[in-house]
């Protein structure tokens, strides 16, 4: 397998069964290659399967048939915890809904990835302090979610995403829930923070977003009808 | 994971607070009612220390010696029977009789023990460690006379040379008993024998006390006792202390079985609490294994929460058990006192500790069985 590729998908597909004989297919044989380095959008309307397929590259959900590969190792089959595992060093999360934990400071917040790889406590404090100070949060260290502006919660949330330093970062729709100058900003500070040769994977709905992307894949009933080649 | 999961129990301040009250009022229950039957054990064990080598003999009844002792008679051929018996030393025939410190009153008034003993004899029954406070020992034909122990004098606020009425009859105290230990003779009057078998109109015995020549056949002489003379029992103070802790363990189980009730519906209430937190929480914990929780890290978080709710439940039950138990002392006047052994207080912690982490199991094997893509959908 090509070292350059990061993800790969073979007849990936995810059925639900949706009362006793209504199988609804999220997925239906999905092929997809991702390169490392990639800005990837992700497209198509609601229902289309872009979320599933997005969970189904960050390690949140199994396939129901087909195979994909993350980083060269067949991650269909593993088990909860090996999943996690995965997760935690390799994939950062971006949700639409920012989905911080409100108890807990931004600085708190941002440490929490590196705390639950068993990264001592003076370490992460530094890193997160890093990242936040280039997410533009130097000031807001020390606030919780509720007191921060969407914006600034995004931020905190892009922060968070790259404490353990990830291979690919999953965006599904930043930027659903800001205003057009905010999500620009929000865009640009994802292009702009991880280390050489991260990979972005952007679910969006927004066209201009789309259009930076080196590669659109856009899905339909869960086909793709353009794997951005 | 320790302050988070703090931060997680003050989330919702009143819910927890509820099911903290909820472990508090159970655990306070069992600190309470385990202090009086710990005491119990420890004022009987120290009477009965001081007692060692004696017989009692009493009526052969089946009520046990404990009850048997107040209804026991034994008529005067049986007492000279008994005395008869090879290996005595000495030998007193006494009257218990429990009778009420005013006159027309009934049930859980304040009540004095009686006991009649022939004045010679009373270095035996009370056993040579009790030491005079205030006067005299009684003498032969000091018929209106009683001596009496520091409780009921210090309740009665009586002294030397002060008057007593029993049974309508009056006795000037002769002498005050320092604290001993026995409720029986700190709290009770002893008066001559045979003024005592006037007083309460009978020719019979209550028991004889019996000290044997050798200490070391204490048991043999019991056995010979029982043996030679028909319808009686000789109980030794070990037998007596192993029966009156018997009935002591009876009573705690009783009691701590009660108040351990309350404190599982307790704890049924941490569970239910812990249920309603994670189902709140289920998008949060969908983040947290988004972003690397492992299940075992769920479950851990979950439990720590339950088992500090619990503990703290625990702790303020134990202060307050401990001040229910001071309370109870004061109530009772003194005559059942509630002792907060460290065994009760350890043993009441982890009961608490235990129902938290139980109450906390099932909840956090839920949380820890969500989905992640589920617990994210959920709004």
Redesign the interface.
């Known amino acids: 397998m090509n070292n350059d590729v990061i993800i790969q998908a073979k007849d990936l597909c995810k059925y639900y069964r949706e009362g006793k004989y209504n199988e609804v297919r999220a997925l239906d044989k999905v092929n997809i290659n991702i390169k490392r380095g990639d800005l990837v959008s992700i497209i198509g309307s609601s229902g289309s399967g872009k979320s599933t397929l997005l969970h189904m590259i960050g390690l949140l959900d199994k396939p129901t048939c087909g195979k994909i590969f993350f980083d060269g190792q067949d991650i269909s089959k593993l088990s909860d915890n090996e999943m996690t595992k995965i997760r935690r060093k390799k994939v950062g999360f971006v949700f639409q809904q920012f989905n911080l934990i409100p108890l807990l400071t931004a600085l708190e917040n941002v440490e929490l990835p590196m705390n639950l790889d068993g990264v001592d406590s003076e370490t992460s404090r530094k890193r997160a302090e890093n990242i936040l100070k280039k997410v533009g949060l130097k000031k807001r260290m020390e606030n919780r979610p509720p007191e921060m502006s969407g914006g600034e919660q995004q931020r905190v949330a892009i922060a968070r995403a790259m404490a353990n330093n990830p291979e690919i970062i999953l965006a599904d729709e930043p930027t659903g829930n800001l205003d057009t100058k905010t999500g620009e900003e929000v865009i640009n500070i994802l292009r702009n923070i991880g280390k050489k040769d991260f990979t972005l994977v952007v679910i969006t709905h927004d066209p201009d977003i789309a259009k930076i992307a080196k590669k659109q894949i856009k899905l339909k009933d869960g086909k793709i009808i353009n794997d951005g080649g | 994971?320790f302050e988070?999961a703090i931060?997680?129990i003050t989330?919702q301040k009143t819910r927890t607070a509820l099911t903290v009250i909820g472990i508090l009022i159970g655990i306070a229950a069992i600190v309470a009612l385990g202090s009086i039957s710990e005491g119990l054990r420890v004022q009987i064990t120290k009477s009965l220390e001081q007692a060692s080598g004696l017989i009692t003999v009493t009526e052969e009844s089946n009520q046990g010696i404990f009850l048997g002792m107040t209804t026991s008679e034994l008529s005067q051929e049986k007492v000279d029977e008994i005395m008869a018996v090879d290996g005595i030393k000495e030998a007193a025939p006494i009257i218990y009789k429990i009778g009420y410190l005013e006159e027309g009153a009934s049930f859980g008034q304040p009540t004095i023990f009686e006991s009649g003993v022939e004045p010679d004899k009373i270095s035996l029954f009370t056993t040579e460690s009790v030491v005079l406070s205030e006067g005299e020992l009684l003498e032969e034909g000091d018929t209106d006379y009683a001596m009496m122990g520091w409780t009921i004098s210090d309740k009665l606020n009586l002294e030397v040379g002060d008057t007593i009425t029993i049974e309508k009859r009056d006795f000037t105290i002769k002498g005050i008993y320092e604290e001993f230990g026995d409720q029986g003779v700190d709290s009770g009057i002893i008066i001559p024998l045979d003024v005592a078998q006037e007083l309460f109109e009978t020719d019979s015995y209550s028991a004889v006390i019996i000290y044997p020549d050798d200490i070391d056949e204490v048991e043999n002489l019991a056995n010979d006792i029982e043996n030679s003379v028909e319808g009686v029992s000789a109980s030794t103070t070990a037998e007596f202390a192993k029966q009156i802790s018997g009935i002591v363990d009876q009573i705690g189980f009783f009691t701590i079985g009660i108040a351990g009730i309350s404190a599982v519906v307790g704890g049924l209430g941490v569970m239910n609490t812990m249920i309603m937190s994670v189902m709140e929480r289920r998008?949060?914990i969908g983040?947290?294994?988004?972003?690397?929780?492992?299940?075992?890290?769920i479950i851990k978080m979950i439990l720590i929460e339950s088992a500090l709710i619990s503990l703290i439940g625990g702790l303020l039950g134990l202060g307050i058990g401990y001040i229910g138990s001071k309370g109870l002392g004061f109530i009772s006047q003194g005559q059942a006192e509630g002792i907060v052994t460290p065994r009760l207080a350890i043993y009441s912690m982890l009961f608490a500790l235990f129902l938290g982490v139980v109450g906390g199991l099932y909840p956090a094997k839920r949380a820890s069985k969500l989905?992640?893509?589920e617990a994210?959908k959920y709004e």
Not at chain 2, 287 to 297: D, E, H, M, R, S
């Open positions: 994971m988070l931060k997680n989330r998008r949060e983040v947290l294994k988004a972003i690397g929780a492992t299940n075992g890290y989905s992640p893509v994210l």
